[in-house]
């Protein structure tokens, strides 16, 4: 069918027509010499599938759609030795340009596997481990190291110590190099200037639980993306059951759970409520439109010594385990690392450079200028996976 023809009679010498599959036809010029027609036994042979195989049926459906399916570049470089493919839980919108540059830099076919927002990281995760023994992917770019260490768990990625690498600080790196860190948002809380002044706004995630924000608090599901990084982060530095408790408090106060950062924004935007916890590129995306809202950073001062400080997220990139192109996706890894990509994410999407080298825009916040929450990013993950069930219990009680 994919040749223009769905019959051919015995013995399978198919009359080459016009409209022909490509790469069928490519095989032709290559390596066959039959004037005009295309011996499907012979063109087997000669990609490598024997052994030679006499077909004397008059459907040959089956056949041809193998042929569809199998590699057609013998005797040349593959496809697939040209083709990387990243999965990545990074906005598409931000993601696929730098993909898109990749390709154009490296001269190779760079392909983005991307995920819903309301599932990010856990749908890509959850592929990712389904296919651990034939991957199809060759990186993963995480916009959280969280699920980057849960693959490294799993033994999905491999170690490769890029050497574009050597600027970021190792508070930023697997210490066996599963993953590496490139650039990062923050968590932040959303306000609506038209609703809250910045004098009254919260100071702290504790804050968000008085009264009189009641009802005006909006907060993504936390059994997936950052928000759920985020609450292992809280079980990881205050204990799960203080962690718990303030999520319980929330509960309490009506906080508004809803299925992504992307719609916490949205809420916000439009006032359904005062305020949301979200990340900063979707507070900067919201602030680029004129919207009327602000961004705050949580906890920078307090009666503790530090303060609990404010979430910091790095972009994660991986290497796949027994991937397809090991080689070109280590080329891609290298690009991911580089200024021009962290520069091309501070000017999109307000992501603070890790290279200290890349100058951070004046609308970007900078890492220098915060207090952070002390988290091991690791350890992170293994908070992750062992808070979900009592996290999905949390989501889903009456």
Request: net charge negative.
């Amino acid at each position: 069918r994919r040749m223009g023809v769905a019959e051919t009679p015995s013995p399978c010498i198919i009359p080459w027509a016009e409209g022909s599959s490509r790469q069928c036809r490519w095989i032709y010029k290559r390596n066959t010499s039959l004037n005009g027609e295309c011996l499907l036994e012979e063109c087997l042979v000669l990609i490598g599938k024997s052994p030679v195989m006499r077909i004397h049926c008059t459907r040959c459906l089956a056949v041809i759609f193998l042929i569809g399916l199998v590699s057609c570049d013998a005797g040349g470089p593959s496809a697939s030795a040209q083709r990387v493919v990243v999965y990545t839980s990074v906005d598409r919108i931000f993601s696929e340009p730098v993909l898109q540059r990749a390709q154009e830099v490296l001269g190779l076919e760079v392909v983005g596997v991307y995920d819903t927002e309301e599932t990010k990281s856990t749908g890509l995760v959850n592929r990712l481990i389904a296919k651990k023994n034939n991957p199809d992917g060759d990186l993963f770019w995480s916009g959280d190291p969280a699920r980057a260490a849960l693959l490294k768990a799993e033994g999905i990625t491999a170690a490769y110590d890029s050497p574009k690498a050597r600027p970021i600080s190792d508070a930023f790196k697997d210490p066996e190099r599963h993953w590496v860190g490139f650039s990062a948002r923050t968590r932040v809380l959303l306000v609506n200037t038209e609703r809250v002044s910045l004098g009254e706004a919260p100071k702290s995630i504790f804050d968000l639980t008085q009264a009189k924000w009641k009802g005006q608090v909006a907060m993504a599901n936390p059994l997936f993306g950052t928000t759920s990084f985020h609450v292992a982060a809280l079980v990881q530095v205050l204990g799960e059951d203080k962690a718990f408790q303030w999520l319980d408090d929330l509960r309490s106060n009506d906080v508004r759970l809803v299925s992504s950062n992307g719609e916490v924004k949205r809420q916000v935007v439009s006032g359904s409520v005062a305020m949301g916890l979200a990340d900063s590129d979707d507070a900067a995306e919201a602030m680029a439109d004129g919207q009327p809202v602000r961004a705050i950073l949580l906890d920078q001062t307090g009666e503790s010594a530090p303060p609990l400080g404010n979430l910091v997220i790095p972009n994660t990139v991986s290497l796949i385990q027994g991937g397809p192109n090991p080689d070109g996706a280590k080329k891609v890894f290298d690009f991911l690392l580089s200024p021009e990509v962290q520069a091309m994410l501070a000017a999109s999407c307000a992501q603070a450079p890790l290279d200290p080298a890349v100058a951070v825009p004046d609308n970007v916040v900078s890492l220098g200028g915060i207090v952070p929450m002390q988290v091991d990013y690791a350890t992170c993950a293994e908070v992750l996976q062992r808070i979900m069930p009592r996290l999905d219990k949390w989501v889903n009680q009456e």
